[in-house]
Every structure is written in structure tokens, then in C-alpha cells.
């Protein structure tokens, strides 16, 4: 056994990561993908040619994109749905940044499909898209997710973007095996999509809200508590408050993402310090140990939290 390795800390970590809490707008995502997918799967059960279809979701950093679209295409794979040929279908997920362009998208794109192109090999941009069809084909991968879609875009001249959305386009309307896709983003991800008239047709566009209280704060209350229950924690009475349940929004910069993992993470705290009750000195403990602020200055102590602590600023305060 490691010197390194927390046990409580594991231990944790691995009920945590087990554990979703659903959020309303996880059912509208999985109704979205579900109409994307059906027509998809239709229209491939025919001969004629077909364009595929965009789902676009965007929201701020932290919002919880990723966790939940992860989580439903962990589930869409897992289900193992058969195609026309027999294939079980999947989609493929691909994180992006900002380094290259179309050429190195492709590249990724094929890493992704758990196919490696070597650095070495000399082919050029259509080529590589030859490949990205040829194998999504062939494995049955009948979507790409694209996550943190923007970074395909920044920093790119009017010219440059246009070329990408057109490239998005080929791989739509690709005759051998036009390909669905998914790119999630940050809110300026939406109009760079939208600059395009003919591929602005076949978006679905979503928008993951932030926390909006007082409407929000029975949904805080049943996320602290259903972490607590998963890793075996009663809750202090002083934490079943609107106003902690405001603080702990405020700390989270009103993102939904971010209070997850901020409650995540303080119940793990509970749970190595041998606890067997979440306290408010908790969340303020974690907090403290994430930014190295002192403990009167966090958004569980100070009496003027609400304006020192800004939702455009995460873990910052107004003067940070």
C-alpha cells in the first residue's frame, strides 16, 4: 500500500463518482439527443442520402456540461443500439483546445475513434477526413461529441472560422457516412455556429441556466443532502437554512458544476476527518483549503459575502 494513498479519501471519491444528482435540464439534454438520434438512425435505415444534425449545449464554465453529457452518452454507449449492419452504435468524445486547426482536428478526431495517426504520416487535410469517415463506419460510430468547442474557433480570422463551419458541414452531409454531432461550449461558442445559414438550419441549440435563487434553493437542499446520505453523513441542522444554501451558491459562483463538486468535495473532507456529520465549518475548511484565503474572508464567514464574492469571478473575491 502507498504512502501517498488516503483510504477515507478514496474510499470517497469512488462513492462520489458513482453518484448523479439529475437536474432538470438532464432531461431536456436526453430529449434533444433523443430526437437527434431517432431521425439519425431512420434516415440510415434508408438508402437515400441524408445531412446530419447539430446539438449544440453552451453555458459558463462550471455549469456541468461535460459531467452531463458524458454521462448520457456513457449510458447511449452502453446500451449498445444495433444499426442497419449490425453494429452497435456509438459516439465518440473529443476534448478541444486551442492549438491548430482543421488538419489537427482530424487527428483528434481519429485518436478519439481509438485510432492513432502517426505524427509521421504525410496526408493531407482530406485525406485525414477520408479516414475519419472510413473508420467511423466501419466501428459503427455514428456521432462525435466535441467539447469545449470554442477553442476550434479563437483567435481564427472571419475566413478561417468559415472554413471550419463549411469542414463541420462535409462531415454532415458526408456521403458514405454523414456523422451527428454534439459541441459543447461556453455561450460565444453559439454565434460562431450561427454565422453559417446552412448549417444554422440543422442546430438544436441549448442553454445551461446558472442557479437562479430563491427559486433554486429546494434543489441546493436536496443536492447537499443526497451527497450526505451516499457517503453515510448526517446533516447539521444550522446547514438546512436558505442562507447557507445562498452562501454555498455564491461560493459557486452560482454554477451548478461547480456547487457539485464544491459539495463533493466537503463531504470527502467529513468523510476523512471521521465525521459523521456535515458541518457549515466544513464547507468553510474546504473552501480555505482550495483558494488559501483566511477563514473570516470566505463566502460561509463574511458578513459581506454577496458582494464581495461575484458569480463572473470563481474562487476569486470582487477585489481579487
Not at 437536474?23 to 438520434?37: A, E, I, P, V, Y
Not at 493531407?124 to 460510430?141: D, K, L, N, P, Y
Not at 479563437?154 to 462531415?171: H, M, P, Q, V
Request: proline share 3%; net charge negative; aromatic share 10%.
Amino acid at each position: 500500500m502507498s504512502s501517498f494513498l488516503n483510504e477515507a479519501v478514496a474510499q470517497a471519491a469512488n462513492a462520489n463518482n458513482g453518484h448523479h444528482y439529475p437536474l432538470d435540464r438532464g432531461s431536456t439534454l436526453r430529449k434533444s439527443f433523443s430526437d437527434l438520434l431517432s431521425r439519425h438512425v431512420g434516415r440510415l435505415r434508408g438508402s437515400a442520402r441524408f445531412e446530419a444534425e447539430i446539438l449544440v449545449v453552451t453555458g459558463l464554465s462550471g455549469t456541468g456540461k461535460t459531467r452531463e453529457i458524458t454521462k448520457m452518452l456513457d449510458e447511449f454507449n452502453g446500451d449498445e443500439l444495433p444499426l442497419p449492419d449490425g453494429k452497435p452504435a456509438r459516439v465518440v468524445h473529443c476534448l478541444l483546445d486551442r492549438k491548430g486547426g482543421w488538419k489537427d482536428l482530424g487527428r483528434k478526431t481519429l485518436k478519439a475513434m481509438g485510432y492513432s495517426l502517426s505524427e509521421r504520416a504525410r496526408l493531407t487535410q482530406s485525406e485525414i477526413w477520408e479516414r475519419v469517415a472510413f473508420q467511423a463506419r466501419a466501428q459503427g460510430i455514428i456521432g462525435v461529441y466535441y467539447d469545449e468547442a470554442q477553442h476550434i474557433f479563437a483567435g481564427k480570422s472571419d475566413n478561417d472560422r468559415e472554413t471550419i463551419l463549411d469542414s463541420f458541414k462535409t462531415l454532415l452531409k458526408s456521403h458514405d457516412w454523414p456523422l451527428m454531432l454534439i459541441m459543447s461550449g461556453v455561450p460565444e461558442l453559439a454565434p460562431h455556429v450561427r454565422s453559417l445559414d446552412q448549417v444554422y438550419s440543422k442546430v438544436t441549440y441549448l442553454h445551461f441556466e446558472n442557479i437562479d435563487l430563491p427559486n433554486d434553493y429546494e434543489v441546493v437542499h436536496e443536492i447537499v443532502g443526497s451527497y450526505a446520505l451516499k457517503n453515510g453523513l448526517a446533516v447539521e441542522d444550522e446547514i438546512v437554512s436558505h442562507e447557507f444554501y445562498h452562501r454555498l451558491a455564491t461560493a459557486a459562483a452560482f454554477r451548478w458544476g461547480l456547487l457539485i463538486n464544491m459539495v463533493i468535495e466537503t463531504t470527502a473532507r467529513a468523510v476523512e476527518a471521521g465525521c459523521e456529520t456535515l458541518s457549515w465549518q466544513h464547507f468553510t475548511d474546504n473552501w480555505v483549503a482550495k483558494t488559501q484565503m483566511t477563514q473570516i474572508a470566505t463566502p460561509f464567514t463574511h458578513e459581506g459575502y454577496e458582494t464581495m464574492f461575484r458569480p463572473d469571478k470563481p474562487f476569486q473575491t470582487a477585489i481579487g
